[in-house]
């Protein structure tokens, strides 16, 4: 059973930083693609970040310079790191592994950021 279990989101000032991080288990990590997506009240859910199992990574225009994804094969685990956070990308962030034809994703945390 593959299950993806997310941490590090929560409230911070305009301006701030946050890591999350996304561990996996029950599934071959390190042959996956690993994504980002956050879905803000009343909004699409959009893709922000991903990272290919090669290394290579993508980023939304929105975040590009602020956020960095990465992982950690060892620890089947997969970060984005969100600086100079604006109340814009305040949203529920989902993580999201893709190995083939199987889709698996987190249950979401809650990113707040006050102005």
């Known amino acids: 059973q593959v299950q993806l279990l997310e941490s590090g989101g929560g409230l911070v000032q305009a301006g701030g930083f946050l890591r999350l991080s996304c561990a996996a288990s029950?599934?071959?990590?390190?042959?996956?693609?690993a994504n980002w997506y956050r879905q803000a009240p009343g909004k699409q859910r959009e893709l922000v970040a991903a990272?290919?199992?090669?290394?290579?990574?993508n980023y939304a225009e929105s975040v590009k310079g602020r956020f960095t994804i990465s992982r950690d094969n060892a620890k089947n685990t997969v970060y984005l790191q969100m600086n100079s956070l604006t109340p814009e990308d305040t949203a529920v962030y989902y993580c999201?592994?893709?190995?083939?034809?199987?889709?698996?994703w987190g249950q979401g945390t809650q990113v707040t950021v006050s102005s």
């Open positions: 990272m290919f199992s090669g290394g290579s990574r």
């Open positions: 029950g599934i071959m990590f390190s042959f996956s693609t």
């Open positions: 999201n592994l893709l190995k083939g034809s199987q889709n698996y």
